[in-house]
C-alpha cells in the first residue's frame, strides 16, 4: 500500500487533476491520496490558500470582500468545468466555503483556521470526484473522519499518539481514498491547521499510520538536487539519500522539502521518494533508512548565510572548569540557540543564525557574558555562511577532508570554521558569505565533476 | 636587568655551576638568579630533591635515615671540594638541614615542605659563594627576604599579589642575588613549596616582580623542538614563538617547559628565553608577546595520545534547546573537564583525555546521560590522539587546512574529528592513537621541509 501526496501545483487546473488520475491509475498500491490546496498556473497567479486567507482577514476587519471570494469561487468552478464534473461537487466546496465565512464573522480570528483549510477541503472533493468519474471507487476522507487528532498550539498543530492507530483502520476500506492536506481536529473536534506547508505533514503522518510500504510525495521537480541550482547549473539529482543525510542536509538551508514534515514518516520507517507529476516516469529521489550502494561518497552539498559568531576569550579559560557551560546557559537564558561551539584552550566561539540576535538581545547577551564570564575580549562577528557536505560514504573514508579542504582553497576561499567530529557523514564549514558561490562550485567540481569513482 | 633560571642538571656538580658561573660573568644585565636542587649527574643518579623526600618520609615513619641523610651531605660536599669552597658553607647547609630534620621529628607530616626544599636552598648558597669567589659580589637571599609570600593550599603554593611589589625592591640591590627556586613563605612565616618543577614558578615571579627586561630560563637543551624529537629525527628548532602559541602548543601535551609556570611572566610580558647552560652561545628560543616576521606559517606541531570521545546521538536533538549545556553540566558535576565538544544536528560529540573518567566514574556518567537525556545512542571510544599544528601565521591564510588534511592523506590516516574556529592560531585535529606518529611525520614533511617559503 502506498500513500501518495499532491502539492498545490498538481492540483491547479484540470489539466493537473487529469496527470495525478493517471498516476492513481497506474499503480493499484496508490490507495490513499492526500492533497494540497491548488497552487499557482502560472507565475503571477495566486494560490487558493492565500486567496482564503486574504478573504478571510478582510471579513475579520469588516472589509468588502465580494471580489476575493468570487475570485476563489471562479478557480473551483473553472476546474470543474475542466473536468466537467457534477455541479454537485461546487455546491459542497461554496456550502464549506460559506460556513467557514460565518464563523469568522461570529468568532473573528478563532475562525479563520477551518477558512484557510477550505483549499485543501475542496481539492479532496474535486479530486476524490474527478477519480470516480474515470472508474475507480474513490471517497473523500475528512480528517476527522480519518482519525487525524491533534493538539491546538501556537503557529502550527501536533498530531497526537492515538491518530497513528486510528489511520490504521483505514487500511480496511476498499476505496482509494482522497484525504485533504494541511488540517486535523482537536479531541473536542476543533478544527486546527498544522504550520504553512502543512499537507506534507499529513501526508506523512497518514504514512505512518496506513503503515504504508512507501510514501510517494508528488512535486513539480524530477528530483531533489545535490546542491542548490541558484548557484551550479544543471546540478546533478539525487536518485537516493538516507534519513541521516537528509537532516544533515536540512541544517544549512536546504530548502527543496521540509524536513521536520517528513518525521512522522521517518520515524516509523517509511520509505519517502519525491517524485514529479509531470513527468511520474522519472525516478525520483528516494529517502530510506539504510544506505544502498551508491557511486559517490557526497551525496549532497547544502549551504546558507545568515550567520554569526561570537568569539569570547579568555587568559587562562581552559583551567575554569564549566566556562563553556556557562557560556551556553547564557544563550540559553535568553532563548538563543545555537549551531556549533568550537573551543579552544584560551577562547570559544558559538555559531549561530543572525536572527537569533536581534540588537537589544545582541547587547544583554555581550553585557551578561562579559560581566558573568569576566573575559578579556567579546566580537560579534556577522555575515557568515555554513557550507555541509553529506554523505554516508565519507565515514573513514581517508582524504575527505583533503579533498573538501583543497577545494576551498582552489576557490580562494579562507575557511573560517570546521566542525567535523560528531557526525560521521557530514563536515561543515564556515566562510565569509561572499565566499559561499565559489567555494560551493569548487566542492561540487571536485565531488560531482572531476571523480566518478569512489576514492580511498 | 635579566632574570636567569638554572635547572637541576646546571647545578648539579662543581663544573657545571662554574658554567654558570661563566654564563653570569658574560652578562652584566644577568643580576637575579633562580637555582633548582642539584638533579643528576648521570643517568641512573639521583636527584638531591627526591633524596630529601625519601629522608622525609623515613624520619617521618621512625625508620633508620644515616645512609640517605650522608647521601645527601655528600652530594654537597662534593661541590664543596670541586669548586674549593670555604667549609663554612657546608656547615651553613647542613645546619638547615638539621633544622629542618628536627622539624619533622617534631611535626610529622606538616615539617616535610621545608626539609624538601633543603636542595634549592643548598644550591643557592653554593653558587652565591662561588660567584663571590670568582670576583663577583654576590648574596644569597631567601624567599622570604626577597618578597615572595604565597598562599598555602593543597598541592602547591599560591602566589599573593603583594609579592611582585616587594620583589621590586631587589632592584635598588647591587650585588648580583641568588634567590633558592621552589618555595615561598605564607605571610605567617610557613615555609611552603610550589608543585613539583616549581623552580621555574619561582623564576617566573621574580622576573615579574623586578619588571626584568628578559628572564632566561636555562635547561639542557638548545632550544624546543618545532616537533617531538621521538618521533621526528633531528626536527627544527624554534627560534621565536608567541605566548599565544606556546598556550596552543601545551595543549595536547607540548611537555619541553610548564607553561602554567611562565603564566606570571606572561602577564607581565616580560619576554622568555629558553637557553642551554652547556652552549650559552646557542640562540635558544625566545617566547615573545607580539610575532616577528618569520618565514613560516607554522611554529609548531604538538600531539599526545590518551584521549577518548564521549559519543551521544538523539533524533531531533538539534530541537532540544539546552541540549548540549546539559550535557556539559553533566560533566561539570562529576568533575569531568573535556577538551572540545562538536556537535551535529543529532549528535555530540565530547573528546576528553582518558584519566578524567575512570571505570567508576565513566558508568556513572553514562547513565547520567541516558537517564536524564534519554538518548538514543551513547558510546565510549578509547584511544584516541590529538595532533595540533600551531602558528600565528596561519591566521586567515587560504589553504592552510588543506595542507593539513593532505599531509594526514598522504600518511594514510583517517581524521575523526577536526577542531578548527576557535583558536586563529592552531587546528586540532582527532585520530586514532595508532595514527598518531605516521600523520605527525607528514605534516611536519609538509610545514617544515617541503616549503621553505610562504604560500597563500
Redesign the interface.
Known sequence: MKVVKFGGSSVANGEQIKKITNIIHADIERRVVVVSAPGKRYSEDVKVTDLLIQLGETIRDGGKYDEVYDWIMGRFQSIIDELELPQEVYQTISEKIDASIQHVIEEGERGLDALKACGEDGAALLVSAYLNQSGLDAAYVNPSEAGIVVRDQPGGALVLEESFERLYQLRERSEVLVIPGFFGFTPEEKLVTFSRGGSDITGSIVAAGVKADLYENFTDVDSVFSVNPMLVDNPQPMTSLTY?EM??L??AGFTVFHDEAL?PAV?AKIPVCIKNTNNPSAPGTMIVSELEDRERDVVGIASDSGFL?I?VSK??M?RE??F??RL??IL?DE?V?????????????V?LREHQLPPEKESIVLKRIKDELEVDTVLIERGMALIMIVGEGMN???????R???A??EA????????????EV???F?VKSSGLPAAVRSLYRTFFQEEKVKQS
Open positions: 541521516r537532516r544533515e536540512s541544517y518525521i520515524k559568531n568569539y587568559f587562562l581552559n572548569i564549566g563553556g557551560r551556553l546557559q540559553e532563548g540557540s545555537f549551531e556549533h561551539a568550537p573551543s579552544g584552550i584560551d577562547d570559544m566561539s555559531i573513514h573514508n581517508i582524504g575527505m577532508a583533503s573538501a579542504a583543497t576551498f582553497r580562494q576561499v579562507n575557511i573560517e570554521m570546521i566542525n567535523q567530529g560528531s557526525s557530514s563536515m561543515m564556515g
